[in-house]
């Protein structure tokens, strides 16, 4: 039997559980919290750090394991990447180029190096030297951790004298205590925030979403919702499809799930805003697996334990529209209700998935570590999910005691 280290505990390593044992591997997970909820579910836990490599690469070598991968976990991405060259397992290619993917200051540079379209952006450690240089920019700026993910730590900034207190705030979710200061890319209709698989440095399964804001959260630039087909216009997905290879074959990257992050600029330019050679949080290759029918859960566990991939056949085609609201309260309280239109939720709700029970504290949306559940939803075309996006609010809602 197989071994299959998991990095992280969260419940959306559940599906991932779930596809090893169905492949007849063991799973097994690590992480310092041995509360998560992956661990009840897991064949084994161990309390080790994902983020200290050595601790892992120690424990993966007692456990003699076959793989090792993070999914949904971005804190443990170059930790994998790092174990797996040390032992000679399945990786999606070098530790260097997974860490040049997992510091956001390393990427923009690497980047614009090599002739992609990307905001300035410089990394710091500290505010001063960041507002000594605000001249080099133009403004506005987005000012955000240059390690972290699930949209933590970020802030827009519009004046100078704000900067030391949005750096602050970037660097209390970065392990490094590092920031970037970056220039702001307006967007023209909806930013991507998607998953997408490569076989031997072959993109061959490319999926774009449609993300959407609330912006009475407390951080609203926090995901609050996506669907698919994407808007975005099907020129600028084709080009942006051509640099995402472009981008695998530079850095030498071979079979991997990714999420991936991309934009067009009002600027009429597109953008490769984030790249993550793992599963996207918030349930996106779930989704896709019901939308597209494609299994990328599956096939990463197969490609980490050195299984061939199987089933992905091309990029997504999808059965209808397709939509994923991130459930959330725009304030901190005592969970009460979750309140559905019984007529949307007969038309629409394909799946329920609620995390918190009538008594609970949650607290307000400040990053996807503050969702309470989530709900997919299908629409027969786009015209119907456009109209019922735009007014979620009139059927669904979560209020507190």
Not at 145 to 167: F, H, L, Q, Y
Not at 366 to 371: D, W
């Amino acid at each position: 039997m197989k071994k299959l280290l998991l990095l992280g505990g969260s419940r959306f390593l559940l599906p991932v559980i779930e596809a090893a044992h169905s492949l007849g591997c063991q799973a097994i997970t690590c992480d310092y919290l041995p509360d998560n909820d992956a661990h009840k579910f897991a064949d084994e836990y161990h309390n080790v750090s994902t983020t200290d490599r050595e601790a892992v690469l120690a424990l993966a070598r007692e456990l003699q394991v076959d793989g090792i991968m993070s999914f949904a976990c971005d804190s443990g991405v170059d930790t994998a990447a790092y174990v797996a060259e040390q032992l000679g397992l399945p990786s999606v290619g070098s530790s260097a180029a997974v860490d040049i993917l997992q510091n956001k200051a390393r990427f923009r540079q690497f980047l614009a190096d090599n002739g992609f379209n990307v905001p300035m952006a410089r990394g710091y450690s500290c505010a001063e030297d960041a507002v000594s240089q605000a001249g080099d920019f133009h403004w506005p700026v987005i000012i955000k951790p240059t390690d972290s993910a699930g949209s933590k730590g970020v802030a827009k900034v519009t004046r100078t004298e704000d900067i030391p207190a949005a750096a602050e705030y970037a660097k209390q979710f970065s392990k490094t205590k590092t920031f970037i200061m970056e220039e702001f890319i307006e967007k023209q209709g909806c930013s991507s925030d998607s998953d997408c698989f490569s076989i031997d440095g072959k993109l061959v399964f490319c999926s774009f979403s449609s993300q959407r804001f609330d912006d009475e959260a407390a951080n609203p630039y926090t995901p609050s919702a996506y669907s698919w087909p994407s808007d975005m216009p099907r020129a600028v997905q084709e080009a942006l499809r051509g640099e995402l290879q472009r981008l695998i074959t530079l850095l030498g990257l071979k079979t991997s799930l990714y999420n991936i992050e991309t934009r067009l600029g009002v600027d009429g330019k597109p953008y490769i805003m984030e790249v993550s050679p793992r599963g996207g949080g918030n349930r996106i290759a779930e989704v896709l697996r019901i939308a597209a029918d494609t299994d990328l859960i599956t096939n990463a566990v197969r490609a980490a334990v050195g299984m061939p991939v199987e089933g992905i056949h091309g990029d997504p085609v999808y059965s209808g529209s397709w939509a994923e609201v991130i459930l959330h309260s725009e304030k901190s309280g005592v969970f009460k209700a979750l309140e559905i239109d019984p007529d949307f939720e007969t038309s629409h709700v394909v799946q329920k998935d609620l995390w918190v029970r009538p008594g609970d504290e949650i607290r307000e949306f400040t990053g996807a570590n503050c969702m309470i559940g989530t709900l997919v939803l299908k629409f027969a075309d786009e015209a119907q999910l456009v109209d019922h996006m735009g007014r979620l609010s009139d059927y669904i809602r979560v209020t507190l005691a």
